[in-house]
């Protein structure tokens, strides 16, 4: 960001931002655009740290042809998207959008007992700048797809309209520990035997008339883990998927029936912590004209979705006007070593993404 000449601010929960500061005076951005550069255990290289790359070039890009903007354009690489090692996902945007308290988020430890506040503070990116100082009039994230529609589609950039709802919940079942050859087979109340249904019936909810678009248990670990020892507890997690704001809001009260069938059935005791609670986002019609009609003027094929996956940009959505463009996913593959997209494709994508940048600096 200091190289392309750009002046760098970090805010107290670590988002770094990159103001290519106009010629006139502002106190907000024209437009502010990047992603987060935070990754999942065992990953690849494209998810979120492209957006902010991409980003970067396109500041350079118009640099480099002599353009000086009259407003501030910036570049933001948000915190802890991811929400791996921190929960919840989201962090930067969220403290940022308003939408999660800065102490909330601050005091979040990972499973060695470690803070957000410590962890920003080892690195250096405990920032000083205030939380919302940097404020912009809208929002662009440029991001693989993270799955096979574009592809499969033969789409070359994809227009977004929103993103679908997420709820993540923490689960944890309470059974009995004992032994595994005393203890008759009458007698037991096996956690796992528990999770095992529940893990079936969270499926199920992704079947029928009513059914939601998609249900994972992601993480699964066993108490005492020994082999000759009945599990006497499992804590899983719960990762529930759905676009349809009708659908979505019944998903606490499925997930509270599902639990219920599963203790009925098996004597075990079952609590469950909703993390994340995401509602459907819708992003605004028309800056995502403007990505379709930038694409459409490059001549790239266009693909109208809703993303699968949730990203800075739908907490964004929530203050100011926002828009995503994808580049297709080689295989559908992410979060995963094998995560790939070709180069050709992300000079697209980049490309779109500097054409609406352009626009707003002209117009602006």
């Not at 354009?73 to 948000?78: E, K, N, R």
């Not at 893990?199 to 994972?216: D, F, K, M």
Request: net charge negative.
């Amino acid at each position: 960001m200091r190289e392309e000449g750009l002046e760098v601010q970090v805010d107290q929960i670590g988002n770094v931002f990159g103001l290519w500061r106009g010629l006139r005076e502002c106190d907000h951005c024209e437009l502010l655009m990047g992603s987060h550069i935070d990754t999942v255990t065992n990953a690849g290289t494209y998810d979120g740290a492209y957006g902010v790359i991409a980003a970067l070039e396109c500041v350079a890009a118009l640099r480099a042809a002599g353009v000086h903007p009259r407003r501030t354009i910036g570049v933001v690489a948000f915190t802890n998207e991811e929400g791996v090692r921190f929960a919840p996902d989201m962090m930067g945007s969220a403290v940022h959008a308003g939408a999660l308290s800065l102490e909330e988020a601050l005091a979040s430890r990972d499973a060695s007992g470690c803070t957000v506040a410590s962890a920003l503070a080892r690195i250096g990116y405990r920032g000083e700048t205030k939380i919302g100082s940097v404020r912009t009039s809208a929002f662009l994230e440029l991001h693989i797809e993270q799955g096979p529609v574009l592809n499969a589609a033969g789409a070359g950039i994809g227009v977004v309209s929103g993103i679908q709802g997420i709820a993540w919940y923490e689960v944890e079942l309470r059974g009995e520990a004992n032994h595994a050859g005393t203890t008759p087979m009458s007698n037991r109340r096996d956690a796992l035997v528990a999770a095992a249904e529940l893990v079936l019936a969270v499926r199920q909810l992704t079947v029928g008339a009513a059914a939601i678009s998609a249900a994972t248990v992601g993480s699964l670990i066993v108490g005492p883990g020994e082999v000759n020892v009945v599990p006497g507890v499992v804590r899983m997690s719960l990762d529930l998927r759905e676009p349809r704001p009708e659908r979505f809001g019944t998903i606490a009260a499925r997930v509270d029936a599902a639990i219920a069938a599963v203790v009925r059935a098996t004597g075990v005791e079952v609590t469950a912590r909703r993390t994340v609670h995401l509602p459907p986002i819708r992003f605004d019609e028309s800056l995502t004209t403007q990505v379709e009609s930038a694409a459409a003027a490059l001549g790239c094929s266009t693909m109208r979705l809703v993303s699968g996956a949730g990203h800075d940009a739908g907490l964004m959505a929530k203050i100011v006007p926002t828009a995503m463009i994808f580049v297709p996913s080689a295989d559908g593959l992410s979060h995963c070593p094998g995560e790939y997209t070709p180069a050709e494709q992300l000079v697209d994508g980049a490309n779109v993404l500097l054409r609406v940048v352009w626009q707003r600096i002209r117009d602006g």
